[in-house]
């Protein structure tokens, strides 16, 4: 009880002689210290909110305007044209700050020339950003070949230079960035039906062909009107209909479905002390949330800036369950993480006396954890399976059983908190005699866990493990998994190689005396409640017991062996994945590959529709007419890769198909109108997903000094029952690790047999496109050209 009485600031008693009032000078400091961290960081975030207004203009440049304009009055000039004497006129009369080196009349003088210079800055900044606005609408630069630059494009990055501040925030740009544009419904139609052509019958295409023109020609035009309505008032005409209908409408279970994970470092593990790197990881959590508070981290730049919208929600957010949609919930801020070990859930402040704990301090409070030998009181070890089942139980029994007393206000204490911490007894990694099967059992855990011990609604949660691996799983609504990607590959690097370890595997520094120990959670949760939580772990339980997973590390090539072929690498694997689903299942489908749109402010993504009729050309020459190591094959690979990168920049530069669609269809619904071409489409399967995870900050690793600090990216459950989830990152020069899911339910799927036909794929691409291999005879060729009419 100590720990209570130190958190009270004061204490009274009533006496006969009065009230005898006692104040806890240690507690008053706290909330003193507490007190001016929050307005520091307020006073952070305004000089912040006034620098990204004025971009690209700085606060210093109104200085200069004014001397500017005085100096020229002073010469006696108007620079305003007579606008300075229209504003001295309208200037109330009163009294005018004069001195005996001014005069009234001077002092009004003043006066309207600073108005005036105010006034023509925000008019330049205005200007500038529209500039800027107008130089980040162009996208010709995408399209040019690689190494020949136009001298359109040359001028265009020197104004973009010239246009850009020296410094920029990390969300200076937000204000710059151009709108998504709404693309032409003919053009989305006839994009989606050369996409179809390939998957379907004749009879399919003509019919299909058919309500595509119908739609067109008629309720098209008016579902567009509509769109491009919304496109002129709002930021984005797709992202927030795309948040509330594909995420937070969705009622089935987050985990596995929506939900993805990142790993650790591969091959390295910097620490065996579960404590000690869960106090580094946290720490490094902690100095990536202010620099992002500051501003500080370097907005992304791909030739031109990328929206950061999505890191505002890194921290302090949580998803919330409700009956017919769920809601976003971000706090300014929070000064703890709730943590989970064995079944009770504690508050670990992460600030004291106005500081950041120190990694060895967070160590000794997370060490305090593991050590606390307290049951977990009934129903509170599997109270996060409500997270993993169904939303609609989980909407139900929160404002039945957690909407007031004890239980809301743990609850909130774990909503409210920055992030989640989840402290696991397995060991997990790639280890022991089984290193494969070992590292398939690490991704399925950091998937879904034991399915109650991650929550799953909160933006993140991390995970550590008992051998000191650790991971996170990170909710999909509030983010994209690019922004989630960055947080982590500067926590690992962090962790690594700035933070560190001593000898003996623990975090440096020194333990405050008066830190006060981990509060322990407390809940009263009833039978009945009970019975609802083992109802959703059963839920859970079975879609996670469902899920196939295999991880698939390949160091036989990677990126530089591909740019020998002169092939972009994001092109030359999705080919792959074309050539090992036909080997696989012996057809074509429907494959969905996620592009980005943060080119465009508040983008989020698009879909590039992999599979070609180019892509399925080359693998039927390769396959069924077996044209092995030549020439006419080769040009159809090239065909193929060229024709996904333009996909894949039309998909970028707002050209994309399905977001198009997809709204439409929104559109639809609101006017109660029945569209059988948008109903079709947006029924259909993708069997295979893919996506990519980029390595973003490259300079934070050294794969030639530390080449086993490698980090293995992360992956998400299968999209459809039958098909397969595949992620994908490229490390280096030389390594592509592959995260593959599917179900053992269906017959037809296996993670790892696809797996290896994957890697086979690839294999066999960097065979035929090698420079080294010779070129067939004459006659050869001539067979071969004599068969293409076959394909």
Known sequence: ???????????????????????????????????LRSWKKRVTRLKNNVITGVYPASPSSWL?????????????????????????????????LHTPCFSYVQCRTVV???????????????TMRLCLKQLLSYHGWMFEQHGKVSNTTKIWAAMVRIFSGRQP??????????????????????????????????????RMTTLAKEFESSLGNRLQWYLKLKAMWASNYVSDWWEEYVYLRGRGPLMVNSNYYGMDFLYVTPTPIQAARAGNTLHACLLYRRKLNREEIKPVILNVPLCAAQCERIFNTTRIPGEETDSLIHWQDSEYVAVFHRGRYFRLWLYHAGRMLSPREIEHQIQHILDDPSPPVPGEAKLAALTAGDRIPWAQARKEFFSSGVNKRSLDCIE??????????DEQGMMGDDPAGNLDRYAKSLLHGKCYDRWFDKSFTVVLYKNGKNGLNAEHSWADAPIMAHVWEYVMTTDCFQLGYTEEGHCKGDVASSLPPPTRLTWDIPAECQERIERSLAVAQTLADDVDFHVLPIQDFGKGAIKKCKISPDAFIQ?????????????????????????????????????????????????????HLNEVCRHLFRTAAEKHQHLYRMAMTGGGIDRHLFCLYIVSKYLGEESPFLKEVLSETWRLSTSQTPLQQVELFDFVNHPDYTTCGGGFGPVADDGYGVSYIIIGENMINLHISCKHSCPQTDSHKFGAD???????????????????????QNHLKNSKKDL
């Open 416 to 425: 409210k908190a920055a992030f989640f911490v989840a402290l696991d007894d």
């Open 758 to 780: 994957i890697k086979k794929a690839l294999m066999d691409l960097l065979e035929l496109m090698s420079p080294e291999k010779p070129d067939p005879s004459r006659a050869e």
């Open 64 to 96: 200069f305007v004014v001397i500017a304009i005085l100096a020229t009055m002073y010469t006696r000039s108007d620079p305003s044209m007579g606008l300075i004497a229209k504003i001295q006129e309208h200037l109330p009369e009163g009294v005018y």
């Open 575 to 627: 080919i792959a994945l074309q050539l090992a689903y036909y080997r696989n299942r012996g057809s074509f489908t429907l494959t969905y590959e996620a592009s980005m749109t943060r080119l465009f402010r508040e983008g989020r993504t698009e879909t590039v529709r992999s599979c070609t009729s180019e892509s399925c050309t080359f693998v039927r020459a390769l396959e069924v007419i077996k044209m």
């Open 1 to 35: 009880m100590a720990e209570a009485h130190q958190a009270v600031a004061f204490q009274f008693t009533i006496t006969p002689e009065g009230i005898d009032l006692q104040l806890s000078h240690q507690a008053l400091r706290q909330v003193y210290l507490s007190g």
């Open 112 to 126: 309207s020339a600073v108005l005036f210079s105010t006034l023509l800055w925000f008019s330049l900044i205005f």
């Open 169 to 206: 925030l990390l969300y200076s740009y937000q204000g710059s960035l151009p709108n998504l544009p709404v693309p032409a419904v003919k053009d989305t139609v006839k994009r989606y039906l050369e996409s179809a052509r390939l998957l379907m019958s004749d009879a399919e295409y003509e």
